[in-house]
Structure formats: structure tokens, C-alpha cells
């Protein structure tokens, strides 16, 4: 079955420090990966995708994830961390190969607390 | 970017009374649209897969007489709560896949509140 797992439910970074957000995934096929940033009482705003090609993505506001087949992690980085970047990320997944097209499983989220 | 805009941001109506939310993609043509709900805290749970000019899909468990989705053309869905209940309320989430690029836009969502 299909799953995409985000271990960590909350992140506390200090201001300036790098930042990871950890996120696995298990799908048969290739996997097109996703990471969205939710503010409070918003939609989900996309940051980066993984379809194909370079392994390292860059992404919105700075952020980055690398695609890691085997270890089927796609892990969200960023250098510097701002006090802005505080909300709720999810990691998500999709495949051409799932057997409902279309669809994209997404992790539970994982809070970002940067602390000034 | 690609835009995608859901209506209204936030509601409320009274218990038995029907409630429409309309999603539309603002500047591509988008033939899947999903309708997601989230309960405070918690991720996105899939209610359905709206496919224009077609039925919608939906999740098990997700009753269809009672959220009805509509994909009337290329650019708009449409959720119906029906005969809501304080149950129903919750945050509506919208998302269409763009034609190029396989990325999924999302609205910016919308608080229902049944009193």
C-alpha cells in the first residue's frame, strides 16, 4: 500500500540554524514527490516538487529536498532558518502507477517552530 | 504562478440547510479537481476525485448524497453540503492539477460552521 510517513510532528529550530523536515514515502512505481506549507487558517501553498532528473530540488523561499530512492526519503532543508518559516509542512506523494490515477496521499504534517 | 481560488473563505449555516463551496482554477484548465476536508491538527483526508464532465469519485466512507461535487466545466468544482449537520463543520480544502507539470494548486479554504 501506498504511504508517505513524516515521523517527526513537530520541529523546533533556532532562528538562522538549518532545518530538516523529514519525510519517507512507500509507493510502487516512480514517485512524484511534493512538500506544501499550510499557514494558520490557510490553504496549502506548494514549495517543490520531484518528478524527475536532479536528485537535489530547490524550491520556494529558499527551501530545498532531496530525492533519495534508496532510502525513499525526500527530506525538506533549508541553510537559514527565519522565524516566518514557522507552520505546518506536509510532504506528499503521487504515482503514475497507483492504481486510481490522480491521486496524492499526504503525510500527517509536521509543525515548524523557529524560535527567535 | 497558477492560482487556484475557493469561495466563500468562510460560512456559516444553520443545521438541515444546504451549503455550496465553488473551486476554480484561475488561469489553466484543470480536468481533476479534489476536494479534501481537515479536521483541526490533523492532515488532509481525500473526500473525492471530481472529473470534468463526469462523476465525481469518492473515498470510502465519504457519504455522496451528502457532499455532492459537480465538475462543470474545466475551470470550476462545486461541494454541496446537504442537509448539514454540526458535524459537518469543519475546514473544506479544494485542489486542481495542473496540465503541465503534474503539480496540484490548493484554495485557500473554507470554514464551515453549522449552528
Request: proline share 5%; aromatic share 12%.
Amino acid at each position: 500500500a501506498q504511504s508517505v510517513a513524516q515521523p517527526e510532528d513537530q520541529v523546533n529550530v533556532a532562528e538562522g540554524n538549518p532545518l530538516t523536515v523529514k519525510c519517507t514515502y512507500s509507493v510502487s512505481g516512480n514517485p512524484y514527490l511534493f512538500w506544501y506549507v499550510q499557514y494558520p487558517n490557510r490553504g496549502l501553498q506548494f514549495l517543490l516538487k520531484y518528478i524527475t532528473g536532479d536528485n537535489l530540488v530547490k524550491g520556494s523561499y529558499g527551501f530545498e529536498a532531496e530525492f533519495n530512492k534508496s532510502q525513499t526519503s525526500f527530506h525538506l532543508k533549508k541553510p537559514s532558518a527565519l522565524v516566518s518559516d514557522s507552520a505546518l509542512y506536509f510532504c506528499a506523494v503521487s504515482s503514475p502507477d497507483m492504481n486510481r490515477d490522480d491521486k496524492i496521499i499526504f503525510g500527517k504534517g509536521t509543525r515548524l517552530h523557529i524560535l527567535p | 504562478g497558477a492560482v487556484v481560488s475557493q469561495h466563500p473563505s468562510r460560512v456559516i449555516c444553520k443545521s438541515g440547510t444546504s451549503v455550496k463551496i465553488e473551486c476554480r482554477s484561475l488561469d489553466f484548465q484543470a480536468t481533476t479537481m479534489f476536494w479534501y476536508r481537515q479536521f483541526p491538527k490533523q492532515s488532509l483526508m481525500l473526500m473525492a476525485t471530481s472529473n470534468e464532465g463526469s462523476k465525481a469519485t469518492y473515498e470510502q466512507g465519504v457519504e455522496k448524497d451528502k457532499f455532492l461535487i459537480n465538475h462543470a466545466s474545466l475551470t470550476l468544482s462545486t461541494l454541496t453540503v446537504t442537509s448539514a449537520h454540526p458535524e459537518d463543520s469543519s475546514f473544506y480544502i479544494c485542489s486542481a492539477r495542473a496540465p503541465v507539470g503534474n503539480t496540484i494548486y490548493f484554495g485557500e479554504g473554507s470554514w464551515l460552521t453549522v449552528v
